[in-house]
Nanobody, 121 residues
């Protein structure tokens, strides 16, 4: 499976961005996909995740109500719609996929390239 991420950029605080991650290859093996982020000097953390078959979602507490994850099965694409962005959301965002419905750093077997999100104050 290959993951292609896009959609990062520079935005002012309060703005929004939509990140996309398209999977190709043996996509039938995907159980869940998620967006992780890593800020300088910090560990990579799961921001939002979605189960591929049930569309059940998970959100990091600090992004609840501001970020929405969704998926388009026909396009094998997962989206992360961000809004009310804050400077602390600045990070490199990575999409990742697991073969199970569990999303954590130990279960991710496929990674997309990172996309930089920078929120200016």
């Amino acid at each position: 499976v290959q993951l292609q991420a896009s959609g990062g950029g520079l935005v002012q605080a309060g703005g929004s961005l939509r990140l996309s991650c398209t999977a190709s290859g043996r996509t039938f093996s995907i159980g869940a996909m998620g967006w992780f982020r890593q800020a300088p000097g910090k560990e990579r953390e799961l921001v939002a995740g979605i189960a591929w078959n049930t569309a059940s979602t998970y959100y990091l507490d600090s992004v609840k109500g501001r970020f929405t994850i969704s998926r388009d099965s026909a396009k094998n694409t997962v989206y992360l719609q961000t809004s009310s962005l804050k400077p602390e959301d600045t990070a490199v965002y990575y999409c990742g996929a697991s073969r199970t419905m569990i999303l954590n750093l130990n279960n991710i077997v496929y990674w997309g390239q990172g996309t930089q999100v920078t929120v200016s104050s």
